[in-house]
């Protein structure tokens, strides 16, 4: 049994700000409609990965200085550095 019934999350990603209406829940997904608020544009998504890569996508697409991001990273040359030194 699903859940309906909507739901508003408020989420900042690299500096964008969206915000997330869950309209329905289904079998561990979601779906509803994301507003990238910056620029004032909804768009519907039917899946968690399809919310994922329309954000992924609104980031990549902003151009932000280097130090604007607060995004985490895996710096994976600092933790291959550290395994070799153990």
Not at 1 to 12: D, F, I, L, N, Q
Not at 23 to 48: A, C, D, M, Y
Not at 50 to 76: F, G, I, K, P, Q
Request: charged share 25%; hydrophobic share 35%; glycine share 6%.
């Amino acid at each position: 049994m699903g859940y309906s019934g909507e739901g508003k999350h408020t989420c900042s990603v690299g500096g964008s700000t969206f915000l997330i209406r869950i309209h329905f829940k289904q079998n561990t997904n979601w779906q509803g409609t994301v507003q990238w608020v910056e620029i004032n544009q909804t768009i519907p998504f039917r899946s968690l990965l399809e919310l994922t890569l329309l954000m992924n996508e609104a980031v990549e697409n902003t151009n932000y200085e280097e130090d604007e991001r607060a995004y985490r990273s895996w710096h994976l040359e600092q933790l291959e550095e550290k395994a070799a030194s153990k």
